[in-house]
């Protein structure tokens, strides 16, 4: 029994699980905080629109109730959810993007050229200014420069 709960402990104390756990918990209360806006804000903005309340929209077809307000109100609910996931992620994201601004402050150092290059006639290493190859005394092209 005792290396049973040892087991137990070990898998529950793993990092993905208590950060699955937390989300989880996090995710039911933002959805409380996303239900209350839709159902006591957006709703009755939107009920003001058709002059009644949207959960309570109702349409019976042979004594059959098709609830078409609780599925308006289930897909804004779900568009907020997302634009408000939307905003948190842009959030998250500009609050890195702040902490990676020394580092971006600092001018990023180009690669450094190379000091050679290859004679295209005898294919000898020669410097990377070179006009003249000094092994076969081709003449090269102009250097570029940038």
């Not at 402990?9 to 989300?23: H, L, P, Q, S, T």
Request: glycine share 6%; aromatic share 8%.
């Amino acid at each position: 029994m005792k290396k049973f709960l040892k087991e137990f402990e070990k898998f529950i104390m793993r990092g993905n699980v208590i950060d699955m756990a937390v989300g989880v918990i996090v995710g039911a209360a933002f959805q409380g905080i996303v239900n209350s806006l839709v159902n006591d804000v957006i709703s009755p903005l939107l009920g003001l629109i058709a002059n009644t309340d949207l959960s309570f929209l109702v349409l019976t077809v042979r004594g059959v109730d098709i609830k078409y307000g609780s599925f308006l109100t289930a897909v804004i609910n779900f568009l907020i959810m997302a634009f408000v996931i939307f905003l948190l992620v842009k959030g998250i994201n500009k609050i890195a993007e702040l902490g990676n601004r020394k580092e971006k402050g600092k001018k990023e150092e180009e690669p450094a050229k190379p000091a050679t290059k290859i004679c295209p006639y005898c294919k000898s290493e020669i410097p990377a200014d070179a006009v003249k190859c000094c092994h076969c005394t081709s003449d090269l092209e102009e250097p570029v420069s940038e």
